[in-house]
């Protein structure tokens, strides 16, 4: 269904850039009592680098700075310096083709909720990596079940930031998910409404138009910025929206975007909100393609 990891990522050849520094892949370690593990205070962008070039490396780095913010801290490196070592930490592991990780969250000098003597810590990795799903399941489109869990609201959690903390529930629900056969799961917002996937955001084809949930109370894809711009300049009507999941009935086409799944089609949804069907047609198929020359695939 998804990406095989391979080898654990514990035990890998290379190195990481580690705050300013190229070190050792199995040496870049934290103590177990930080925070970030502790209390979720970490956020994180992923990177895809398509034959050597690194796709909306700056607009990735400054959504870091712009999560971390929103979590109370500062990166103490700015987007240039950022974005030259995501393109030596790639370099140095010969990653042409893969993904780029960079992240920072807060240290061990604190267990405890108050953080105003905690040091902030910065890290870049990078990996080749393949398809995150399978050719056979982009081909026929994804299998997607309706998550148990939903997006909360603004004013329960800083819901704009890439954050750790807010990956719990999709982890919770992804897993669910596979389990039961399933590729991923759509979660639903807070007030019942279509969100997005575990991991991805979503698009509904409905007679030739691309409606998409208005991204309130979960992040605002770069990728899904991508896709409807390109939309856009095909001439395809885009409208953000609230989204009843009753609407999947309405839909021909359905697809998720994000750095991992770039632009994949879903060809069902089965759950608690009914079950439906979907076609790899046209709209997705040009989406896929124009999304595919951007990047330079």
């Known amino acids: 269904m998804s990406v095989d990891w391979g080898q654990p990522f514990d035990n890998r050849d290379g190195k990481i850039w580690y705050n300013g520094n190229m ?20 956020v994180f962008e992923g990177i895809r680098i398509y034959n050597g070039k690194a796709f909306k490396l700056t607009e990735h780095n400054e959504r870091l ?30 990653v042409d083709n893969g993904y780029i990780r960079p992240f920072a969250w807060r240290g061990s000098e604190q267990m405890a909720i108050l953080t105003d003597k905690s040091s902030i810590h910065v890290a870049v990795a990078s990996w080749a990596w393949p398809k995150y799903f399978s050719a056979d399941a982009i081909a026929k489109g994804l299998k997607l079940t309706f998550a148990d869990w939903k997006r909360p609201s603004p004013e329960t959690a800083p819901t704009a930031s890439k954050a750790a903390g807010l990956y719990m529930i999709c982890t919770l629900s992804k897993n669910k998910a596979v389990a039961d056969g399933f590729d991923d799961a759509i979660m639903l ?6 969100a997005e996937a575990t991991g ?3 698009f509904l084809v409905i007679n030739g138009e691309l409606h998409t949930p208005t991204p309130d109370c979960f992040l605002n894809g770069i990728t899904r910025l991508t896709v409807i711009d ?15 999941p009753e609407e999947f009935a309405s839909a021909q086409e359905v697809f998720l975007t994000g750095t991992a799944a770039e632009v994949t089609p879903v060809g069902s949804v089965n759950g608690k909100y009914g079950n439906y069907e979907f076609r790899v047609a046209e709209v997705t198929k040009l989406l896929m393609s124009e999304y595919k020359k951007l990047t330079g695939e």
Do not use: M, Q, T
């Open 23 to 42: 070190v050792e892949w199995n040496d870049a370690k934290v103590h177990v009592l930080n925070h970030g593990l502790h209390y979720g205070s970490c």
């Open 65 to 94: 700075h712009k999560s971390a913010a929103l979590l109370g801290f500062n990166i103490p490196y700015s987007v240039e310096e950022l974005n030259n070592a995501c393109i030596e930490a790639a370099k140095v592991r010969n």
């Open 189 to 194: 917002d807070y007030r019942g409404y279509l």
């Open 200 to 202: 991805a955001n979503l």
């Open 230 to 244: 390109i939309a856009k300049k095909n001439g395809i009507k885009v409208v953000e929206r609230h989204i009843k």
